[in-house]
């Protein structure tokens, strides 16, 4: 069995050599580096060659035929087969007068391999492109009909919000037919504002907070009423209450004291713990008082300089202890204190907003020529 490959070199050594030369072939083949190791070529003798041979050119000369009757049904010319059938219908007789007709083919010239590979591709990139433009076709249509439906669906959706609205309507309606019949003439939506019912309540709370902040009071209303906002209720305490600093009754920072126009909202409890609260800190007012004069010290104080008793600050554990100074904070105010006393009086006065005018410039200078000393105070 001969293989394509085989077919191929055969037929083209027969063009090359001519016909009949079978044993020019077999040398050729024998030479051939392709077929070094094809033993059942190389082992065919001249008689098998040429068999060969004359079939692939049998099989070739078909083909050709048959392309060249292809080509001419493309260009339009008559084939072969026509022109004995219209001579054989004209009545020629004459056998050579039909073989006659039949050289009068016009000749053809058969494209070449790569002219037909070129025009296969064409044509499977023109089916390409029809199967292309059919698929963006589809594509519209499809987008078209989502626009479509995207359009309807909106139409629907509207028409849902509009019976919901109706809906609501129509309910409101009702509601409001109702409480006319009824004689009520308030609303049902909650009202953000303290209202006269809760006003008693923030008034306690206000009273016993002490020296609480106003958002730390705010926020513990609200707490117990969401619904409420906390910029009112914080309005509603500058309102009802002020907050300030009582010495008569033994206050040593700003409390909370309602106004007198709402004493009336406090309840008993309330009155009781304000009345309480207000003797415990009487009392340690006086202790104090009694503990500077007679010359002890105190727990909540110590005597100043000039020999009076002064209580310490309540420590309030919610504010955070200021941050120390840093060094160069500190080094720059001793600095500045230093270069202010070494300046005369008359430069002393000369300021610019509050400040010697030629300070910095007695900053460098004392940097440049002092380093050591800005070091260590830097260190330290």
Not at 164 to 185: A, T
């Amino acid at each position: 069995m001969f293989t394509i490959e085989e077919d191929r070199y055969l037929l083209c050594w027969a063009h090359k050599f001519g016909y009949g030369q079978w044993g020019a072939i077999k040398m050729a083949i024998r030479r051939s580096q392709r077929f070094r190791f094809d033993y059942f070529l190389r082992s065919l003798p001249i008689d098998a060659l040429g068999r060969r041979c004359e079939q692939l050119m049998k099989a070739a000369e078909r083909e050709v035929e048959q392309l060249e009757k292809q080509a001419r049904e493309e260009l339009g010319i008559n084939n072969e087969e026509e022109k004995k059938d219209e001579a054989t219908r004209n009545g020629d007789a004459n056998g050579s007068s039909s073989t006659q007709h039949t050289s009068d083919l016009p000749p053809i010239e058969l494209p070449t391999f790569k002219e037909v590979q070129a025009k296969k591709r064409a044509n499977k990139e023109r089916e390409l492109e029809e199967e292309r433009r059919q698929l963006e076709k589809k594509v519209e249509d499809v987008e078209d009909q989502m626009e479509q439906i995207q359009k309807r669906r909106q139409l629907e959706k509207k028409v849902e919000d509009v019976e919901d609205q109706m809906e609501q309507i129509q309910k409101r309606l009702k509601v409001l037919q109702e409480y006319s019949k009824e004689g009520y003439s308030g609303t049902t939506a909650q009202s953000s504002e303290v209202s006269d019912e809760l006003l008693p309540e923030l008034a306690n709370l206000v009273a016993k907070s002490g020296p609480a902040g106003i958002l730390s009071v705010a926020n513990e209303f609200v707490s117990k009423h969401p619904g409420l906002v906390k910029k009112q209720v914080c309005a509603k305490i500058e309102e009802i209450a002020k907050k300030e600093k009582r010495e008569d009754e033994g206050d040593t920072r700003m409390v909370w004291y309602l106004l007198p126009d709402y004493l009336h909202l406090l309840d008993v409890n309330t009155l009781r713990y304000l009345r309480k609260s207000k003797e415990d800190r009487l009392r340690s007012d006086e202790d104090r008082k009694r503990g500077g004069k007679n010359g002890h010290n105190h727990k909540n104080g110590a005597e100043g300089p000039d020999g009076e008793f002064v209580p310490f600050p309540e420590y309030d554990g919610s504010d955070p202890p200021r941050d120390n100074k840093k060094a160069f904070t500190l080094f720059c105010n001793a600095t500045r204190k230093e270069v202010k006393s070494s300046l005369d009086s008359r430069e002393r006065k000369d300021k610019v907003n509050g400040t010697p005018f030629f300070m910095p410039f007695k900053i460098k200078i004392f940097l440049i020529t002092h380093p050591y000393q800005y070091v260590q105070r830097m260190t330290f």
